[in-house]
């Protein structure tokens, strides 16, 4: 019932929006990069990361450093990327919101990890051997939107992250890439 409601309450607001005399603003893409700006990540270097998957990858290759993800942020941290997971996998996930999750996400790390993660200069490269190394086979295509016909889901969720979109990816209903799912799983580790 609820979701009839929510789905009767959608369609009426998408009517009205229609209406309106509004100047158009394009809906949140599925398919787009993120637009968070990092006030301590770089992405203007050759081949970076989106700050998303620098946030990801980065607090994985924190453990066993003295800036070790610890007990207290994992609990925060948990919170905030199983909340970014499921905006993005609603596949209808508006782009401020997943700023506003990736903001708090940095917002969680202290300075000393933040320039941690910032000196690792994590490329594209870097998420494709971490990929490889934990069994998840990236496709090929140039990383071209829509090139990703003939893949798994799952592959083809790691390339959305690679390229830091987001969007719905096949049977599991959403964009839950790899690289978050494993963020999601040390932090479970770590927050017990």
């Keep these: 019932m609820f979701k009839r409601i929510a789905l009767l309450t959608l369609v009426a607001l998408i009517a009205l929006s229609a209406c309106s005399n509004a100047p158009a603003t394009p809906a949140a893409s599925t398919t787009t990069q993120d637009t968070y700006t990092s006030t301590a990540l770089d992405t203007s270097y050759e081949g970076a990361l989106a700050v998303r998957n620098q946030l990801a ?11 070790s993800i610890t007990a207290d942020q994992a609990k925060t941290l948990l919170t905030l990327w199983q909340a970014l997971r499921a905006t993005t996998q609603s596949g209808a996930s508006a782009q401020a919101e997943v700023n506003a999750l990736l903001g708090q996400i940095e917002g969680a790390l202290t300075a000393q990890q933040l320039t941690a993660i910032k000196d690792l200069k994590l490329t594209q490269t870097a998420f494709q051997q971490w990929a490889a190394a934990n069994g998840i086979v990236m496709g090929a295509g140039g990383g071209q939107p829509g090139s990703g016909q003939g893949l798994s889901p ?24 790899a690289a978050v799912t494993a963020v999601i799983a040390y932090l479970e580790k770590i927050a017990q």
């Design 154 to 177: 799952e592959a083809r969720a790691t390339r959305q992250a690679a390229e830091g979109r987001t969007g719905s990816t096949g049977s599991n209903g959403g964009a839950s890439t």
């Design 57 to 67: 990858l980065g607090t994985l290759q924190l453990d066993g450093t003295p800036n």
